[in-house]
């Protein structure tokens, strides 16, 4: 977990090995037609703006305009319709399926691998589209597990409250880390299509606004604890 280069950010250093028990996790960030279950259902709020989720051409388009309690909302709520352990996945979670190559044993500073982001790989700022796109446009950019979308497209809310120094105390010593226990921000991942090729990098990490986040360019998938589904 984290970034070895020389020049890394403080807040993806140091790198460290840490320990996760086998999970299973979204292939693809939760779409609108997905979401929109969960509001019918009366569990979610609707996207407080709702011009892509109303939209019928994108419903494959990741949900947006939700922030971090409305995306665990969402996977609370498929817990309880599946019996499943489903939870928005930790920063250790999502930084292994974006970037772990369980083959040959390495990391990888994109999903895809070492090589610098083009417009085949991924939805960001040097694609010029400036707006989501549908989930799983971009097959050539999956991570070493087959997930989609882990860079670019929109930030992924995950479960852990942000901290800068957080790598400085996760270890391998704390199997299945969680984060800090408490904090103001949580942390989002992945970069989204308004942001370069460094906010995608699978070590980046960046904060947002539980409560009040709630933009074009952030969603989130779930996560399943456990080896085998029920």
Known sequence: MGNANADAPERETPQHEVALSPFWIDQTEVTN?????CVEAGACPAPVVRTAYDSSTRASHPVTYINWEDAS?????????TGWDVHLPTEAQWEKAASWDSLTRTKRRYPWGDAEPDRTLLNFEDSYLNRTTVVSSYPEGASPYGVLDMAGNVWEWVADWYDTDYYGTSSASLPDPSGPAQGSQRSVRGGSYG??????????RNLSDPQKAKGADLGFRCAVSGERLP
Do not use: I, K, N, V
């Open 73 to 81: 909302a969402y996977c609370d709520w498929l817990a309880q319709q």
């Open 195 to 204: 942001y370069g090729a460094a906010e995608t990098r699978t070590t980046f």
């Open 33 to 37: 037609a997905q979401y929109r279950l």
